[in-house]
């Protein structure tokens, strides 16, 4: 599997999966409505950098960008988003996609990485603890799950 920063040419490859995770309403804060023109702009924004996974046919099997979460002195603590193509889980493409960007972060120069809202029934949970991440703490009843009711949201650390 290959990863490597996105083109514009790759969003068309990218939409229909990041359309599938954020409709299903399970993992992101998004909208489950969002437009393909909204997410395009959430997604490739111009500050993050964005990379895709691609597997040995061509296809583009995930998604991961990092940009930083603060500004100004906080500038240093990044932050990412990932998505796999739901048919593709289970295969190593989001632990290969996080060590990469947790790679770039720390070539990049910043400290540390969070994510500000884990959905805390998201599988990835899982996947971010062994590499290191830890909950600095959960909003409670914060997200309107579709199967579960309403869960929490962890914010996540790791040093880089």
Do not use: C
């Not at 920063?5 to 599938?20: L, T």
């Not at 061509?58 to 100004?72: D, E, K, M, R, W």
């Amino acid at each position: 599997m290959l990863i490597r920063e996105a083109v514009a040419d790759d969003w068309p490859r990218i939409w229909p999966f990041w359309h599938r995770i954020v409709a299903a309403g399970e993992t992101y804060t998004w909208d489950p409505d969002t437009t393909e023109r909204a997410a395009r702009a959430l997604w490739m924004a111009p500050a993050k950098r964005v990379y895709v996974a691609v597997d040995d046919a061509g296809a583009v099997v995930g998604s991961a960008y990092v940009t930083s979460n603060y500004g100004g002195p906080a500038r240093g603590i990044a932050n990412a988003g990932f998505m796999v193509d739901p048919d593709r889980a289970g295969q190593g493409i989001g632990r290969a996609l996080a060590e990469h960007v947790l790679a770039v972060a720390k070539a990049g120069g910043y400290r540390g990485m969070v994510f500000n809202a884990v959905v805390e029934t998201n599988p990835a949970v899982t996947l971010w603890t062994s590499l290191g991440f830890t909950i600095l703490g959960t909003v409670p009843d914060a997200y309107e799950h579709p199967r579960f009711g309403r869960v929490g949201l962890h914010v996540m650390y790791r040093a880089l």
